[in-house]
């Protein structure tokens, strides 16, 4: 499975953007799907994930209420919607596929990452 992941940008706080992921390979709709975030100096962190069939959802606190994670399997795709975006949100956000820890190191397939910045 190969992913990339577009529709990063720079946005006024309060603002919104859309992330999309692009996955190849028939399996994709088996899978749990998720996006991960890296702010400079930090950890890759958890910020949410799908089921394959998208009946499931896990936002991370910090982003619950906020973002909507969403899938397309007859096109392959993942979408994370943000809303109310802070500064703190700031980060290279990356898809991930084939897994469901809430860890980095528990997916096996990743992403190229897509900046997000959000201006105060």
């Known amino acids: 499975v190969q992913l990339q992941a577009s529709g990063g940008g720079l946005v006024q706080a309060g603002g919104s953007l859309r992330l999309s992921c692009a996955a190849s390979?028939?399996?994709?709709?088996?899978?749990?799907a998720s996006w991960f975030r890296q702010a400079p100096g930090k950890d890759r962190e958890f910020v949410a994930r799908?089921?394959?069939?998208?009946?499931?959802?896990h936002y991370s606190d910090s982003v619950k209420g906020r973002f909507i994670i969403s899938r397309d399997n007859a096109n392959n795709r993942v979408s994370l919607q943000m809303d109310s975006l802070k500064p703190e949100d700031t980060a290279v956000y990356y898809c991930?596929?084939?897994?469901?820890?809430?860890?980095?190191?528990?997916?096996?397939?990743w992403g190229q990452g897509t900046q997000v910045t959000v201006s105060s």
């Open positions: 991930a596929a084939n897994g469901w820890s809430l860890s980095a190191d528990g997916w096996n397939y």
């Open positions: 390979g028939r399996t994709f709709s088996t899978y749990g």
């Open positions: 799908i089921s394959g069939s998208g009946g499931v959802r």
